[in-house]
């Protein structure tokens, strides 16, 4: 069974398709790239299988269910936006992870605040924007999931913070689970991905092995995609 089965699926919002007849599957144990520019359905697909939409037509399946309840257990899921309540401490925050999840590992997660050098007793209003951003991430890698959706982890950070979340990721799922990345910022990112998936207005355009796609057009992952869509 796919760990995602995306049928049929459209979502309008004011009579204006921002999804169109999306069919896709996502299997267990690779780290695939949700590919495309800014406003393309990237985050509304997202939302979708996260069940924070519902889908205009078409249905969204996780392990062979809709999505609900049972599915928010094995999908651990990072936003485009922060959602940390910065009147807390990292301590606060992690109770809170530890208490709301049954699959939080509380150890992982100290394990990587302590690489940071970061105490729990700080408040996460005393901390950097890229620092919070690193705290987010690992609030997310430390839940022994099925599935990560990291929506735009890249965005709006610098390089070094870019690599230490590239390495946070690919040190820190659970084994045999996936993890489903959106970006546009494919160069770089395209080193850790095993899949791909181009998504433009709101429709499916390719998908691929990440390997098989370099070899057949003997160019990276950014390349064609700027080939593709002239970006």
Not at 172 to 181: H, P, Q, R, Y
Request: hydrophobic letters at 35%; one cysteine or more.
């Amino acid at each position: 069974m796919e760990l995602v089965q995306c049928k049929n699926l459209y979502k309008e919002f004011d009579n204006q398709k921002i999804l169109k007849n999306i069919n896709l599957t996502i299997p267990k144990g690779k780290i695939i790239g949700l590919l495309g520019k800014n406003g393309m359905g990237k985050s509304t697909l997202i939302k979708l299988i996260n069940d924070l939409l519902t889908p205009t037509s078409g249905e969204v399946l996780i392990n062979g269910e809709k999505p609900g309840i049972e599915s928010k257990k094995v999908i651990s899921y990072l936003p485009e936006r922060t959602y940390l309540d910065k009147s807390m401490t990292v301590g606060q925050v992690l109770r809170y992870f530890e208490e709301f999840y049954d699959n939080f590992n509380t150890e992982k997660a100290k394990k990587l605040l302590k690489d940071l050098d970061l105490s729990i007793e700080k408040k996460i209003s005393h901390m950097s924007k890229g620092m919070q951003e690193k705290l987010q991430l690992i609030l997310v890698m430390s839940r022994e999931a099925e599935l990560y959706i990291l929506d735009e982890p890249l965005g709006g950070v610098d390089p070094a913070t870019r690599d230490y979340i590239l390495d946070t990721i690919l040190s820190n799922f659970k084994e045999g689970a996936s993890v489903l990345i959106s970006t546009h910022l494919i160069a770089d990112i395209e080193r850790i991905l095993d899949d791909v998936i181009f998504i433009d207005k709101g429709e499916i355009r390719l998908t691929s092995s990440a390997d098989e796609l370099r070899k057949t057009e003997n160019a990276s992952i950014d390349e064609i995609f700027r080939r593709s869509f002239k970006c």
